[in-house]
Structures are given as structure tokens and as C-alpha cells.
């Protein structure tokens, strides 16, 4: 499995990163920590089986991250990180096609 990890704060993607290696060894993770990093993982051709996406980045924040994210990994199942408990948000984000908040 192939998993993202998009979230502005290194620590976080670091410890998620730790976590997700202690469950299964083989998961293979990539890191970004703005939008543009993501798009320069898309323009290399990378392919993800899993995102895991903080709607707060440095360049975008809300259902727009969700959005291009989406449109650049469109086979990817899309899984939101946030502290944010607003429950318009997650239903929100869920009708955009995230699988989870």
C-alpha cells in the first residue's frame, strides 16, 4: 500500500509515519507538507493508494485542498486529518468524496 501523508507540521507526518510503518513494514509513505509539494509528487507520476489530508496548508485550506487533492490522486481514497469537529465541514468534505474525517 501506498499512502500520503499531507500535513503542514513535520512531527505529525513523522509520529502518523511511525505508526502506520509499526502496523504493516510494507506500507510504503511519501510526505508533503503544502499543495505544491503535492502537485510535484503528481507531475512525477506518483500514484497513492491512500491520502491521509490535512485541509489546513500553508497554500489552501478547506474543501479546495480536498478538492484538487482529489482531482490529482482521483483513484486514491481520501481520508481527512483535523482537529476541526464543525459538523457542516465533515459532512461537507464527505460529499466531496472524502471517505472519513
Known amino acids: 500500500m501506498r499512502v500520503l501523508i499531507v500535513d ?24 508533503a507538507a503544502t499543495l505544491r509539494e503535492v502537485d510535484d509528487l503528481h507531475n512525477q507520476g506518483k500514484i497513492f493508494d491512500l491520502v491521509l489530508l490535512d485541509m489546513k496548508l500553508p497554500d489552501g485550506e478547506g474543501l479546495d485542498v480536498l478538492r484538487r487533492v482529489k482531482e ?30
Open 8 to 31: 503542514d507540521h513535520p512531527l505529525f507526518r513523522a509520529g502518523l509515519k511511525a505508526l502506520l510503518y509499526e502496523l504493516d513494514s510494507d506500507i510504503e509513505t511519501a510526505e
Open 72 to 101: 490529482m490522486f482521483d483513484v486514491a481514497i481520501v481520508a481527512i486529518m483535523s482537529a476541526t469537529e464543525d459538523p457542516h465541514l465533515i459532512r461537507s468534505a464527505i460529499d466531496a468524496g472524502a471517505c472519513g474525517y
